[in-house]
């Protein structure tokens, strides 16, 4: 079973629609993040959460939400979607103990809004 | 801020040659740098990292050297195959985040 999982993993929605990304990490990382990744742009991250109780905004917070249920569950919400959300959102953990901390990407969700 | 640069053109490699990719960096110099792999439709996979302090990782065919004079990185692929064909990322470490290059387009021709 894959570390990082993601879903749904496609989705297509209607502008002001409300909607909600899920992930799952079995690496037992504390740190998780969401980035929005589109065409010809790095990964931006909207926001990441270091344990259940520190959730902090990344650079494009704007128009999303975001709950860290469980150590292991980290949920990306998009309160009224709109067109230019429509990018792929990847789900990452990081283990935060060193400098080797790379970070573990889930699959990924296509997000499309009409 | 700190800005990352790679380059946004794919770069086309013949079979068997060696493929290089830079990444570029333009303000403090990371304590270590990493780069990713990035399939079409898939999340990024980690490849190497590399400390400030080391000037040259190696692992199996892949290469990756870190000048902080130049403030740039390279990363090379010897022996190239078509199954080396993917997106290579680089990223550095900020504050709280991983910093992200957009990326560049590896095609290994047959």
């Known amino acids: 079973d894959a570390d990082v999982t993601q879903t749904p993993r496609n989705r297509i929605t209607k502008t002001g629609k409300r909607i909600m990304l899920e992930c799952s990490q079995t690496?037992?990382?504390?740190?998780m993040y969401w980035y929005r990744q589109d065409p010809g742009l790095g990964l931006r991250l909207i926001y990441y959460?270091?344990?259940?109780?520190?959730?902090n905004k990344g650079e494009i917070s704007d128009g999303y939400s975001v709950s860290r249920q469980a150590q292991a569950k980290f949920s990306l919400s998009l309160e009224s979607a709109i067109p230019n959300q429509t990018a792929l959102y990847f789900c990452?953990?990081?283990?935060?103990?060193?400098?080797?901390?790379?970070?573990?990407f889930g699959p990924g969700t296509r997000l499309t809004v009409l | 801020s700190q800005k990352i640069e790679q380059n946004s053109e794919a770069l086309n490699i013949q079979e068997g040659k060696t493929a290089t990719l830079t990444c570029n960096y333009t303000?403090?110099?990371?304590?270590?740098l990493q780069w990713y792999r990035q399939d079409p439709g898939r999340g990024p996979v980690f490849l190497l990292l590399?400390?400030?302090n080391e000037k040259e990782k190696r692992k199996e065919r892949l290469k990756v050297t870190f000048d902080t004079t130049l403030k740039q990185s390279l990363f090379h692929i010897t022996a190239s195959q078509p199954a080396d064909s993917a997106t290579y990322l680089c990223?550095?470490?900020?504050?709280?985040?991983?910093?992200w290059g957009a990326g560049t387009k590896l095609i290994i021709k047959p």
């Open positions: 990452a953990t990081r283990s935060g103990t060193g400098v080797r901390d790379t970070q573990y």
């Open positions: 690496k037992g990382h504390d740190r």
């Open positions: 959460s270091f344990d259940v109780k520190d959730i």
């Open positions: 303000n403090y110099s990371p304590a270590y």
């Open positions: 590399i400390r400030e």
């Open positions: 990223a550095l470490d900020g504050d709280y985040q991983l910093i």
